[in-house]
C-alpha cells in the first residue's frame, strides 16, 4: 500500500503479467530463456536490476506497457515481434524450434514463475513524495499522491527492479560455465538438484 500526501491510502503499483500468457516449461527453455537468464544476472549486478527494454525483442501487442519503456529512437519493427521472431524453444526431439506469439517478455514471467527472478516494483519514498528509483533517487514523475491507476503502473514499470534469487543464480553461473566450455544458449540442460 503506498500513502498519498493527503494521508489516503491505495494499493500500490504492481507488475503486470499477460493474462494470456502460457507458461513453457524449463524443459523447452532455449536460447531466449537461458541467455535472457544471464542478461538479467549482468543488469541486477551492473545497473541496479534496471532492463533495458530496447535490447528485449518485444511484442507491442502483448506486452504494450514494455514496448512504451523503450526510448523513442528504438527502431519500431515493421511486423509484431511474436509475429515475427517468436521464440527459440526445444522441440521434444532437442532440436530448437521456434514458437511464434510470444517473446521475450513471456520468457521474462517464465523466470519469474520458477523462481529464479524476482520483480520489485519502485516504493514509495520515506517522505512520502515520490516513488523511489532502484538507485534510491526519486522519481518526479508519477507521485503516490496520484490515485494508482493504468497510468501510474505503465509510467513505474520501466523502473521495476530484477533480482535474481539464490536458485536463480545459481543457474545463471551454471549457463556462463557451460558457455565458457564452449557450449550454446540452446544446448544447455540444467543440473538435476541432487546430483
Not at 1 to 13: F, H, I, N, V
Not at 136 to 159: F, I
Request: hydrophobic residues 40%; negative net charge; proline residues 8%.
Amino acid at each position: 500500500m503506498a500513502t498519498a500526501l493527503d494521508g489516503t491510502r491505495s494499493e500500490a503499483p504492481q507488475w503486470r503479467d499477460r493474462a494470456d500468457r502460457i507458461s513453457v516449461p524449463m524443459a523447452r527453455w532455449g536460447v531466449d530463456h537461458w541467455s535472457l537468464l544471464t542478461y538479467v544476472e549482468a543488469r541486477w549486478g551492473d545497473h541496479h536490476g534496471l532492463i533495458s527494454w530496447d535490447r528485449l525483442t518485444l511484442s507491442r501487442r502483448n506486452w504494450p506497457m514494455l514496448w512504451a519503456a523503450r526510448n523513442p529512437w528504438a527502431e519500431p519493427d515493421r511486423a509484431d515481434a511474436a509475429d515475427m521472431y517468436g521464440l527459440r524453444l526445444k522441440g521434444p526431439d532437442g532440436a530448437m524450434e521456434e514458437v511464434k506469439g510470444c517473446c521475450e517478455g513471456d520468457a521474462l514471467m517464465d523466470l519469474v514463475e520458477n523462481g529464479l527472478v524476482v520483480i520489485e516494483m519502485p516504493p514509495v519514498s520515506p517522505t512520502g513524495k515520490s516513488y523511489l528509483r532502484p538507485d534510491g533517487h526519486a522519481l518526479n514523475d508519477p507521485t503516490p499522491a496520484e490515485p494508482v491507476t493504468g497510468r501510474v503502473e505503465w509510467a513505474l514499470m520501466p523502473w521495476a527492479r530484477f533480482t535474481l534469487t539464490d536458485k536463480g543464480s545459481e543457474l545463471a553461473a551454471s549457463v556462463r560455465r557451460f558457455r565458457g566450455t564452449g557450449g550454446s544458449y540452446g544446448t544447455f540442460i540444467p543440473a538435476q538438484r541432487g546430483s
